[in-house]
């Protein structure tokens, strides 16, 4: 007879399902200096028809909803604070930042401590129901393959109920980049439209002239490249760091963890030329991004903050997570041998 554990977590697969896979363009500033010609498809008029034709892809998102909406934050930001232009864009990121990627960031730390908590019941229950399957699949002479897939389904149900339980399912951490990505992609098209004079004011001054005398330091005039690869470069240094501050926090990367790890290093050095390539208004906005992103992650170290955020605490967590940080920097990066 099969124990009761047996009775409880076993559900044999159906006859007929066993043989069944499972389903599962050089603007010229007003002091008569030219900058850098931007490439001809970075100053096309969003208005303009692609090779396409009028539906084309990129002209249905620099009109679409998001941009626009995009477009109008901004506007309103340099309208209700009167700032220089460069100083709106980075205002702005810190405010969508903190106000909107932030509490998500926090929240994905959150399920991801619970899934975490979760790993010694997980083991325990494939420990057990691997014992069951064997002593199940030795009295009805079961294949392996049969064994297999028996186990494998009931595993993935067990774990599903724990996921239930205690509403920590993988996928809700997930939300970040759902809302992260899309809000960097419209906020950069509608910077790149107020860079190609595609839009206006309300009060019907071209954006694309306040951009070019607002800007700050080397990059005077946001509409222009920036000669110097600063910015770009800045964009890619800041980047790389957020890659390596995480790959430094995980201990045991899986195959798949290591193979993102080392696609995210290879995308981030490549936005260096692309960042090369684009408005500095863009590339202003992608460096404020990147340092929020770099700041958020080394706050969301914080044991302080995670208390605050009601974060649940981990038998991988840390008193001092700075101070371990940079014993793992210095230990791959400087004293390696």
Same mark, same amino acid.
């Given at each position: 007879?099969?124990?009761?554990?047996?009775?409880?977590?076993?559900?044999?697969?159906?006859?007929?399902?066993?043989?069944?896979?499972?389903?599962?363009?050089?603007?010229?500033?007003?002091?008569?200096?030219?900058?850098?010609?931007?490439?001809?498809?970075?100053?096309?008029?969003?208005?303009?028809?692609?090779?396409?034709?009028?539906?084309?892809?990129?002209?249905?998102?620099?009109?679409?909803?998001?941009? %626009?909406?995009?477009?109008?934050? #901004?506007?309103?930001?340099?309208?209700?604070?009167?700032?220089?232009?460069?100083?709106?864009?980075?205002?702005?990121?810190?405010?969508? %930042? @903190?106000?909107?990627?932030?509490? #998500?960031?926090?929240? /994905?730390?959150?399920?991801?401590?619970?899934?975490?908590?979760? /790993?010694?019941?997980?083991?325990?229950?494939?420990?057990?129901?691997?014992?069951?399957?064997?002593?199940?699949?030795?009295?009805?002479?079961?294949?392996?393959?049969?064994?297999? #897939?028996?186990?494998?389904?009931?595993?993935?149900?067990?774990?599903?109920?724990?996921?239930?339980?205690?509403?920590?399912?993988?996928?809700?951490?997930?939300?970040?980049?759902?809302?992260?990505?899309?809000?960097?992609?419209?906020?950069?098209?509608?910077?790149?439209?107020?860079?190609? @004079?595609?839009?206006?004011?309300?009060?019907?001054?071209?954006?694309?002239?306040?951009?070019?005398?607002?800007?700050?330091?080397?990059?005077?005039?946001?509409?222009?490249?920036?000669?110097?690869?600063?910015?770009?470069?800045?964009?890619?240094?800041?980047? #790389?760091?957020?890659?390596?501050?995480?790959?430094?926090?995980?201990?045991?990367?899986?195959?798949?963890?290591?193979?993102?790890?080392?696609?995210?290093?290879?995308?981030?050095?490549?936005?260096?030329?692309?960042?090369?390539?684009?408005?500095?208004?863009?590339?202003?906005?992608?460096?404020?991004?990147?340092?929020?992103?770099?700041?958020?992650?080394?706050?969301?170290?914080?044991?302080?903050?995670?208390?605050?955020? %009601?974060?649940?605490?981990?038998?991988?967590?840390?008193?001092?997570?700075?101070?371990?940080?940079?014993?793992?920097?210095?230990?791959?990066?400087?004293?390696?041998?």
């Amino acid at each position: 007879m099969l124990s009761r554990l047996g009775r409880r977590w076993l559900r044999p697969l159906p006859v007929l399902q066993l043989g069944a896979r499972d389903p599962l363009l050089a603007p010229t500033s007003t002091d008569g200096i030219k900058y850098p010609a931007l490439p001809v498809w970075a100053v096309a008029s969003v208005s303009a028809v692609g090779s396409s034709g009028p539906g084309s892809w990129y002209e249905a998102l620099a009109t679409s909803a998001p941009v %626009r909406g995009a477009e109008d934050v #901004l506007l309103g930001v340099h309208t209700a604070t009167g700032l220089p232009w460069w100083a709106c864009i980075g205002l702005t990121t810190v405010a969508l %930042r @903190g106000g909107v990627t932030l509490p #998500l960031a926090a929240y /994905q730390h959150y399920i991801l401590a619970k899934v975490e908590n979760l /790993q010694p019941e997980i083991k325990n229950i494939a420990r057990h129901l691997n014992q069951e399957v064997a002593v199940l699949a030795n009295q009805l002479r079961w294949s392996k393959r049969v064994a297999r #897939l028996t186990y494998l389904k009931n595993m993935r149900r067990l774990v599903s109920e724990l996921y239930v339980r205690d509403n920590c399912h993988p996928f809700k951490a997930t939300v970040l980049v759902w809302i992260q990505f899309p809000m960097w992609i419209f906020m950069s098209v509608a910077l790149r439209n107020f860079s190609t @004079g595609a839009t206006h004011s309300e009060a019907g001054f071209s954006v694309q002239e306040q951009l070019a005398t607002d800007g700050i330091l080397w990059f005077p005039d946001l509409t222009a490249l920036d000669s110097t690869w600063i910015l770009p470069i800045s964009v890619g240094i800041i980047n #790389l760091l957020i890659v390596e501050i995480f790959a430094l926090q995980k201990i045991g990367m899986s195959r798949f963890q290591t193979y993102i790890t080392y696609f995210v290093r290879v995308v981030s050095v490549l936005m260096i030329p692309i960042a090369a390539t684009v408005p500095s208004s863009i590339v202003l906005y992608w460096l404020c991004s990147s340092l929020m992103g770099l700041s958020q992650n080394l706050l969301l170290r914080s044991p302080r903050f995670r208390q605050l955020c %009601r974060i649940p605490l981990t038998k991988s967590d840390s008193d001092t997570p700075y101070k371990d940080l940079f014993a793992a920097f210095y230990a791959k990066f400087i004293s390696r041998k």
